[in-house]
Nanobody, 122 residues
Framework: QVQFVESGGGLVQAGGSLRLSCVAS????????IGWYRQAPGKQRELIAS???????QYVDSVKGRFTISRDNAKNTVYLQMKNLKPEDTAVYYC??????WGWGTPNSQYWGQGTQVTVSS
């Protein structure tokens, strides 16, 4: 069993920055790609960034150049540094396994956490 716990969200003005953290339990963390996902009001949850077990990173176009994903396997933690935030980044942010867009597996539906709310005001 794995548990993901997200933190670091908040209310920020457009152009601002936030750093999200995701702490995972379990010994399989370091063996898997981990993704950051987000769900905006009225929309489906979407994958926005992923980092492989070896540290390779991938991003969707809407966040490329603004968001940076990183991981610390010693702490079982993945981070998402977000800069130049836009109102359209407003969503609940989650982490889970996977990076399906890039062939790195899919999230496990049993492991979704509470997420962390990010609200960007204009």
């Amino acid at each position: 069993q794995v548990q993901f716990v997200e933190s670091g969200g908040g209310l920020v003005q457009a152009g601002g920055s936030l750093r999200l953290s995701c702490v995972a339990s379990g010994s399989t963390f370091r063996l898997n790609a981990i993704g950051w996902y987000r769900q905006a009001p009225g929309k489906q949850r979407e994958l926005i960034a992923s980092i492989s077990s070896g540290g390779t990173t991938q991003y969707v176009d809407s966040v490329k150049g603004r968001f940076t994903i990183s991981r610390d396997n010693a702490k079982n933690t993945v981070y998402l540094q977000m800069k130049n935030l836009k109102p359209e980044d407003t969503a609940v942010y989650y982490c889970n396994f996977g990076g399906s867009i890039w062939g790195w597996g899919t999230p496990n539906s049993q492991y979704w956490g509470q997420g962390t709310q990010v609200t960007v005001s204009s």
